[in-house]
Structure formats: structure tokens, C-alpha cells
């Protein structure tokens, strides 16, 4: 009898165990990192995570009360379907169908993430939403507004007191709200993180492509986040947009961009800063074939041996991106917790 | 005891009490007063009404002159120093704003001072600060005008006017840059030392004094490059700012300092 309960107790004690693993990423008991993450840089003293700031947060993401005429939301134009970022918009339109300059970037991981932009231009997360809003091409308010609509609202009220212990609405607790939302989109349980946990394998064909990946493309989409974080000029045509200089204003910084993570990139097209390429061939294509140098600012890494990219077969391409489909997160696609309704 | 003893005996015991007194209560700290004038050349700066000449010999009608100033230090004779601490430290002077041209520094140690130092900006440290550590002048929110928010930063010296009466013909000189979070970024922060006038001069709670400074506002564009206003109207930060703030970091000068 008394070994039944034992082997009961220990069945039950397995099932949880089980459970709590599938409940990652942890972000209903406080915020846990996935352990083979590196250290968080958002700055958890400063702005301690809570369910709470979490489901305000997922609120003020998707209110269209952040805009002038209250028609665009952050969600407009980071949908959850295509891992937060705009699905089929090589930019975005904001207010009055104005359109942006650069791709709207997937999110996800942003603890993780020293700048953001891919001019690196903002360096807080707490210190980036009034972008969007004040930018003319995208929300065209200004923070002070946004809060004057949301203290008309009883239910921000309500979750304002919930968040942050009294009902008051402020620029810090706003924009604490919204980037407590934004850290709690992690994606870390695609195919690959499986693999990893040795719970699943890869077929021959994604491990030859996570082979090629490694000699091919992982210099700088390193790591467990597949980016080192780094601004680089990868032989695009260059336009009138100098990246990374705007900010710098360091001359070797020009046409430099921010290096994406390529979590989730089967569902994150259009890609690069501009939105030029729509598939993940016309991506493996431009540094297979069209990588230009026509500025002194092109990566090192890109120009070996004399010659310009990164040499690949069909057949290695083939490969690389039934492995990139590896990375793709459908519980971080499909989770209730970042979705608007 | 002869009454002339007495006499002698008596303006001792007075003698000693009265040193006694004065090294049991020391001259405690005091208040000293700093006051930015702004200028244009010789004459003061009005703006919007009056019309000044560059050392380019273009016109200028300023319609706005802001800049921060923060991390005060004021140096004694002896090169020890008095630090004013770092949460009343930071000032935004505003040419349209008279209250906001006279800092007060309420406890400056008794002592004979030679100089006082600052930065120009708002420092690397203040700029990477969490938002709750940025209040008063530094609320990005209510002072948004100095914020630039695509490249987070303060902006440090803000001037805008026209350079002729045709329409269009506006200057505007903005300049910031702290040197960037993890990557580096243009760095515009300049520390500026401006030595007293009859130094050394006495601080301290029998010495409130004020520190009357001249500012300027035309050395945005006069120093070491003389910007032609017609050619160059526009800086919002880039390639030209550090010439900017090259030039403008010898726009203060101490021009007398008075009793308050």
C-alpha cells in the first residue's frame, strides 16, 4: 500500500515537473530567464517585473489610444503572427497611411537587447515607446496626451492601482508597463531549443543546414539569441539612409545596421533594414551573389579571400533555411499572454 | 592690584574669550549665487527684437538660447575643492526664462576660492540613468525641447534665430552627444574651468557672494571655426557639431564677482 502512494506521489511529482517545463518561458512567477540565456540588461531592480505591469502593459501594446485619431496601435505594426513583426510591409503606414522609413522589427527577447533600433539609437527600453508615439509618421502624440486619455479610462484606473499600488497614471509607470510587456516575449522553445534539450532531433537535412550555419552565417548571428548585437554593413545597395552613423556620427559607422536575431525569421518578411528581400532565398541569394562594395564600410567578413559574400550552393542554401525553420517559436506565435484578446 | 592691572587683566580675559569664540564657531558654509548673463558680443542678449553680427559678419536675431550646465566644482586656493553634490548639480538656462539664470549653491564651505569648474551637457552617467533618476530640468517628458528621443539624449546647448529678414532664413544649432550606452557615439561633453576675477575670494556664511558670469550666446558660431550662418544654418547634432561645441565652451566668463 504504502509503495502505491510512493509510486503515485512520484508520478504526480513527474507529471508537475513536466508541466512546469512546458510553462516556459517563466513569466508568471516573476521573470526567470531560460537558463542557457545570457544575463538580462533590462534593469529588473529598477522596474521589478509583475504579472500585473505585465497585463497592463499587453493592454497599452495593443490601444489604439496611443495615436492622435486613436487608429494606430504598437500592435498594428508588431503582430503576433508574424513574431511582432508587420507581416507583408516592407515598411509600415502609420497615421494617415504615412509610411516609415525602415522595416518594423520583430520583438521578442528584448531583455536581452543592448540597443534598439537598427540604428541603436535608444539604449533604455524604458526610454523607446515615446518614439512611435511622437514620431508624425506612425502615432503623432505625445506621451502627456496619451496619459490625459488614459486617466478618462476607469479600467486603467483599475489596472494602474493593480500594477503599481495606487491608481495614478504617470510617464514612468507607462512606460514601465509597456516595456514589462515587452520582456515577457521571449521565444526560447522552438525546434531548435528542443534539439538542444535533446528532446527532439533534427532531420539530416536541418542538421547539415545547422552545419553550414555555423561556418556560414553564425560570425554574427552568434549565440544563443542568433545576433551578437553588433552594426555591420552587409553589402546592400546603399541608399540615403546611413544607419548607424545617424546616431554615432562616426564616419566608418555609415550604411551599418543592426545585425537581427534569426529567431522566428520564417515568419518575420520582409527582410533587412528596408524590407527589400521577401524570402529567405532573396536573402541567402544577396550574400551568395549580390553583396557590393561600393562604400569602405563593408564587413571584413564579407570581402574574404577577394571575393565579395559568403559562397553557398543551392543545395547548402536548401539547407540553411530548413534549418532557420528550426528556429521558428509556434507557443511563442500562439501565446495567449501576448495576444491581444 | 593696581587699576591698571586690572585694566590690562581685563582686556586680556576679553581678548581671549573673543579668540576663544572665533575658533569654537568657525565660519560655516554660505551661499553662493551664480548667474549666467547671456550676450551677444559686447551688448546683451534680447531676443527676437535685436539684431547682432558674427565674426563671419553675418546677421543674427535669436529667438532661443537654452543649454544645461551641471557638475559644479569650486576650487580653493590651496587646489582642494568643494564638489556640489550630484542631486542638486544639474541647471537648464533658459534666455526666455529669467528665474532660470541664477543657480543657487546654498552650502559652499568657508574658504578663499579661485575657480569654479562644470560641465557643459548633461554627463554619461546622468544620461543612462533610469527615468525616475531624471527629474526637474532633466524629466525627458516635460522638457522634451532638450530630448532628442531617436538618439537618447540631452540636447546641450539648443539655439535657433533667423540670419536675414527673408523668409526661411533660420538657423538652428543644436548640439548633444554624451558618448552612447554600449556603443560608442559622438561624444559633445565639454568641462569648462573659469578662474575669479581678483581670486582668491572668500566664501562662506559671512560671504554670500555672486558670481556674475557672461555668456556669449555668439561663440556658438565664433571660436576656432567661425560657422557662416548663410552656408551652414542648420546643426542637429552630426559632422559640424563638435566645432560647435569647440567654440561654444569659451562662451562663459566670470566678469565680476559681488557680495549677494
Known amino acids: ?341 | 592690584m593696581k587699576k591698571s592691572h586690572l585694566f590690562i587683566l581685563s582686556i586680556a580675559i576679553v581678548t581671549f574669550i573673543a579668540s576663544c569664540k572665533k575658533e569654537s564657531t568657525p565660519e560655516g558654509p554660505g551661499m553662493v549665487a551664480m548667474e549666467f548673463d547671456n550676450r551677444a558680443g559686447s551688448a546683451d542678449l534680447e531676443l527676437n527684437t535685436t539684431w547682432y553680427k558674427n565674426a563671419n559678419n553675418d546677421s543674427m536675431n535669436f529667438s532661443l538660447f537654452k543649454y544645461y550646465v551641471s557638475n559644479f566644482i569650486f576650487t580653493k586656493e590651496d587646489g582642494s575643492t568643494y564638489v556640489v553634490p550630484k542631486e542638486s548639480c544639474y541647471f537648464l538656462i533658459d534666455e526666455a526664462d529669467d528665474v532660470s539664470q541664477t543657480v543657487e549653491f546654498p552650502d559652499v564651505p568657508a574658504g578663499k576660492y579661485t575657480s569654479v569648474t562644470f560641465t557643459i551637457g548633461v554627463d554619461s552617467l546622468k544620461s543612462t540613468a533610469p527615468q525616475s533618476e531624471r527629474t526637474g530640468v532633466l524629466d525627458v517628458t516635460t522638457h522634451a525641447d532638450m530630448y532628442w528621443v531617436w538618439n537618447s539624449g540631452y540636447i546641450f546647448v539648443k539655439t535657433e534665430g533667423t540670419f536675414s529678414q527673408a523668409a526661411g532664413a533660420d538657423f538652428m544649432y543644436h548640439v548633444g552627444g554624451f558618448g552612447g550606452y554600449s556603443s560608442p557615439t559622438q561624444n559633445n561633453l565639454k568641462t569648462v574651468t573659469l578662474t575669479f576675477p581678483g581670486a582668491p575670494v572668500s566664501f562662506g556664511s559671512n560671504n554670500h557672494k555672486h558670481i556674475h558670469t557672461f555668456v556669449d550666446a555668439l561663440k556658438v558660431v565664433n571660436g576656432t571655426t567661425n560657422i557662416s550662418v548663410p552656408t551652414t544654418p542648420v546643426v542637429m547634432g552630426g559632422p559640424n557639431a563638435p566645432a560647435i561645441a569647440n567654440n561654444y565652451k569659451n562662451m562663459f566668463v566670470v566678469d565680476h564677482i559681488e557680495a549677494e
Not at chain 1, 494602474?160 to 491608481?167: D, L, R, W
Open chain 1, 1 to 341: 500500500m504504502l509503495k502505491k502512494i510512493y509510486y503515485i506521489a512520484l508520478v504526480v511529482f513527474f507529471i508537475q515537473c513536466t508541466k512546469k517545463e512546458d510553462a516556459q518561458p517563466n513569466i508568471d512567477n516573476g521573470f526567470v530567464a531560460p537558463t542557457n540565456f545570457p544575463a538580462v540588461r533590462y534593469n529588473l531592480t529598477e522596474n521589478p517585473y509583475s504579472n500585473e505591469k505585465r497585463e497592463l502593459g499587453r493592454k497599452l501594446f495593443y490601444d489604439a489610444r496611443l495615436s492622435r485619431d486613436n487608429t494606430v496601435s504598437c500592435g498594428s505594426c508588431h503582430q503576433q503572427v508574424a513574431s511582432f513583426a508587420h507581416a507583408g510591409h516592407r515598411v509600415s503606414h502609420g497615421i494617415d497611411n504615412k509610411l516609415g522609413t525602415r522595416n518594423s522589427p520583430a520583438l521578442f527577447n528584448l531583455a536581452w537587447q543592448p540597443l534598439f533600433f537598427w540604428d541603436g539609437g535608444v539604449g533604455d527600453l524604458d526610454l523607446f515607446h515615446i518614439n512611435p508615439i511622437q514620431n508624425p509618421v506612425e502615432m503623432d502624440e505625445t506621451i502627456p496626451t496619451v496619459i490625459d486619455k488614459l486617466k478618462t479610462d476607469n479600467n486603467y484606473l483599475a489596472l494602474f492601482n493593480k500594477a503599481f499600488g495606487t491608481s495614478e497614471i504617470t510617464a514612468i509607470r507607462f512606460n514601465q508597463a509597456l516595456s514589462t510587456f515587452l520582456i515577457s516575449i521571449v521565444s526560447n522553445q522552438s525546434k531548435y531549443d528542443e534539439y538542444l534539450a535533446g528532446k527532439t532531433t533534427l532531420t539530416s537535412t536541418e542538421q547539415a543546414g545547422l552545419d553550414l550555419f555555423n561556418q556560414k552565417c553564425a560570425s554574427c548571428h552568434s549565440g544563443i539569441l542568433f545576433t551578437d548585437f553588433s552594426f555591420r554593413n552587409n553589402g546592400l545597395s546603399t541608399t540615403s539612409d546611413f544607419g548607424r552613423f545617424r546616431v554615432s556620427v562616426i564616419t566608418t559607422d555609415s550604411f551599418k545596421f543592426k545585425v537581427p536575431s534569426l529567431r522566428n525569421v520564417e515568419k518575420s518578411s520582409p527582410y533587412m533594414h528596408d524590407g527589400r528581400f521577401n524570402t529567405l532565398d532573396e536573402v541567402l541569394n544577396h550574400y551568395s551573389n549580390s553583396v557590393v562594395n561600393t562604400t569602405t564600410t563593408l564587413d571584413t567578413i564579407l570581402q574574404r579571400n577577394n571575393t565579395l559574400g559568403i559562397p553557398m550552393t543551392n543545395d547548402e542554401k536548401t539547407k540553411i533555411i530548413s534549418f532557420l525553420k528550426t528556429l521558428t517559436d509556434n507557443k511563442f506565435l500562439n501565446d495567449s499572454r501576448f495576444s491581444e484578446f
